[in-house]
């Protein structure tokens, strides 16, 4: 089989095993459904019963409007995509040590470098479609929930794209957890890894580290107003290229020299 | 027949399809593997027989490329594991401990993505997985699920699994674990087809004589991480000489 032939092969194989894989159909549902409705009861939370939880939003939502809908969505995603994300990759590669399949896939005609690389096509393509959903159900639900505003707003393509694109941003952050899978041989490595990467990226925001920690940065964009498109900004967002590749890389090292001790 | 057969194509009669050589593989600085050496030849069954922890499992990761040898050598078709190409590699066919048996998939879909990872054609690769779903009688589970399937079936499916290529070289772990009596003649009828009417390479474990072991032209006895020595498959009295040959060399009396 030529190499081609092999990553066709391996994309076919592991996309037979994704569209029926539980995580990721609760993840999907999670984050498509899920994000829009935290995100309208925050907002209805500003005017709520509870003066706490309305003093939360408020620090977060500011006074509302489109803005500060997507600025609340934001902040929930890029915690919820990190989440999401991070289990649905450190699932797919850490459940063939954990089912004891990857023992299968030694000496297959389908190289192990093949079926990792299938397995990150994959869950980028599926990250990606799902924060295009996701993006979508968002602004529906704003919309028809009446907690963002009017349709007419000239701000929401502006934000629309900065929104998906602090999703997407998280999927490639999340790239790490294939390789804590790998590494640690089961998919218990990896979420233990997308925790320690939630909560790092929570004391890097306050230990004024900042943006400067490619977790934390999409988490801090969303937490400014507008486009919030300044050099500074960008460069930070765009670190998650590097780490994602990087980490991609390892997972494909780790694949091709894998031995099973 | 089969005798004359295996001879044809034992040591004299071509290159042997796995083989190692003076193997050894160490862990946490405990030998399980002491210089091992063992060939397996195309048309004939190879059976290594020993107690748990002998370190049948650990020879056949060798092979399998799972684990890297401390010493020796061990070749797959003349090359080392690693080295072999994607054809070469499909044409191993092999179960060690768990079955490929994905829980959200049917015995049909396993099969066929089997079938995919080792190299076929998607309509070949089905038409594959229906022939084995017929040899191992799984056609009343053909649609059900991995995970519902018995630790039996499941052994059945994975057997299934590692021949969907048919391989010229097929390693087998302890075929009969799990399965039932009608599952053993099924694994033994298979073996002999494959190695004496397709003149495939069989490397087989058990820990005792069982029926499979029974069926090799060849038994090796590993114990303590050494080969101790061989038994003549038509041998009266078969497991009394393995247990003796046991016996023996752990220095324990009878």
């Not at chain 1, 707003?153 to 790239?175: E, R």
């Not at chain 2, 057969?5 to 040591?11: Q, V």
């Not at chain 2, 799984?138 to 969907?164: D, F, H, Y």
């Amino acid at each position: 089989m030529t190499g081609r032939g092999q990553l066709g092969a391996a994309l076919a194989v592991e996309w037979l095993k994704f569209r029926r894989a539980r995580p990721v159909m609760f993840t999907s549902v999670f984050l498509v459904l899920g994000v829009p409705v935290m995100t309208v009861a925050s907002v209805l939370s500003l005017e709520g019963a509870n003066p706490l939880l309305a003093v939360k939003a408020e620090g977060v939502i500011g006074a509302g409007g489109w803005e500060g809908f997507f600025v609340g969505a934001g902040t929930i995603s890029a915690v919820g995509g990190l989440l999401g994300f991070g289990v649905v990759t450190g699932w797919v590669f850490g459940r063939e040590f954990t089912d004891g399949t990857v023992g299968s896939l030694f000496l297959a005609a389908v190289s192990r470098t093949a079926t990792a690389a299938a397995k990150l096509l994959l869950i980028l393509a599926w990250a990606l479609a799902v924060a295009v959903a996701l993006t979508f159900t968002l602004v529906a639900a704003g919309l028809l929930s009446g907690t963002a505003g009017g349709p007419g707003d000239p701000v929401i393509p502006v934000l629309t794209v900065k929104f998906l694109l602090i999703t997407a941003t998280t999927a490639l952050l999340a790239l790490p957890c294939a390789w804590a899978a790998t590494l640690g041989r089961g998919y218990l490595a990896a979420i233990g890894a997308v925790i320690a990467i939630v909560v790092l990226a929570q004391l890097a925001a306050m230990v004024g580290l900042g943006g400067w920690f490619p977790f934390a940065a999409p988490g801090l964009w969303a937490s400014q107003r507008g486009a919030g498109t300044d050099a500074t900004t960008a460069v930070q967002v765009l670190l998650s290229l590097p780490l994602g590749a990087l980490a991609a890389g390892l997972t494909l090292r780790s694949w091709h020299r894998l031995v099973l001790s | 027949m089969e005798k004359e057969r295996h001879d044809a194509a034992g040591p004299a009669g071509g290159t042997a399809r796995l083989r190692c050589a003076g193997a050894s593989k160490r862990f946490g600085g405990e030998p399980v593997l002491e210089r091992v050496s063992l060939e397996v030849y195309g048309g004939e069954i190879h059976a290594l027989v020993g107690l748990n922890g002998a370190g049948k499992t650990t020879l056949m990761r060798l092979f399998l490329g799972m684990l890297r040898p401390d010493g020796g050598s061990v070749l797959v078709a003349g090359r080392e594991p690693s080295m072999l190409s994607s054809d070469e590699r499909a044409g191993v066919g092999y179960l060690l401990e768990h079955p490929l048996a994905y829980p959200e998939l049917t015995v049909l879909q396993n099969l066929t993505l089997a079938g995919r990872l080792a190299g076929l054609r998607p309509e070949r690769a089905r038409t594959a997985a229906l022939e084995l779903i017929e040899e191992f009688a799984l056609m009343k589970w053909a649609g059900t699920q991995g995970r519902r399937l018995s630790l039996g079936n499941k052994q059945r499916l994975g057997l299934a699994a590692a021949l969907t290529a048919s391989p010229d070289t097929i390693i087998l772990d302890e075929p009969t674990n799990a399965l039932d009596p009608a599952g053993v003649m099924i694994v033994r009828r298979m073996l002999l087809d494959r190695a004496h009417t397709r003149g495939a390479a069989v490397l087989v474990s058990s820990h005792h004589l069982d029926e499979v072991a029974r069926v090799a032209d060849r038994i090796s006895v590993l114990n303590a991480g050494r080969i101790i020595g061989g038994l003549a498959p038509d041998a009266m009295d078969l497991e009394r000489r393995f247990f003796d040959m046991i016996y023996a060399d752990s220095g324990i009396g009878q």
